[in-house]
Nanobody, 120 residues
Framework: QVQLVESGGGLVQPGGSLRLSCAVSGSIFSIRSMAWYRQAPGKQRELVAA???????NYADSVKGRFTISRDNAKNTVDLQMNSLKPEDTAVYYCNVVGYDRNLQPQNFWGQGTQVTVSS
């Protein structure tokens, strides 16, 4: 049974920083991509940042230059360093992992979500 265990959310003032972490519990044969999504009240879930196995990253335009995604392939973890946070970054943040089982069937896993609130 694979689970994604998230940590690091909370309340922070505008301009502050938070670091989100996600660890894969259980075994995935091969992980292709690891990512963070977010969903604000009344809005659709959106991709914040993703990192491929080889290290290629991509970011939403709204977070470029402020957020950094990193992964540890040996530990199967992915972190999101969030700096210069703005009130509009307030959302529930979800970890996502896409991989394959031993039969090369695609697998898609989601964390339970962690709340990030940016407010003075």
């Amino acid at each position: 049974q694979v689970q994604l265990v998230e940590s690091g959310g909370g309340l922070v003032q505008p301009g502050g920083s938070l670091r989100l972490s996600c660890a894969v519990s259980g075994s995935i044969f091969s992980i292709r991509s690891m990512a963070w999504y977010r969903q604000a009240p009344g809005k659709q879930r959106e991709l914040v940042a993703a990192v491929q196995r080889g290290g290629t990253t991509n970011y939403a335009d709204s977070v470029k230059g402020r957020f950094t995604i990193s992964r540890d392939n040996a530990k199967n973890t992915v972190d999101l360093q969030m700096n210069s946070l703005k009130p509009e970054d307030t959302a529930v943040y979800y970890c996502n992992v896409v991989g394959y089982d031993r039969n090369l069937q695609p697998q898609n896993f989601w964390g339970q979500g962690t709340q990030v609130t940016v407010s003075s």
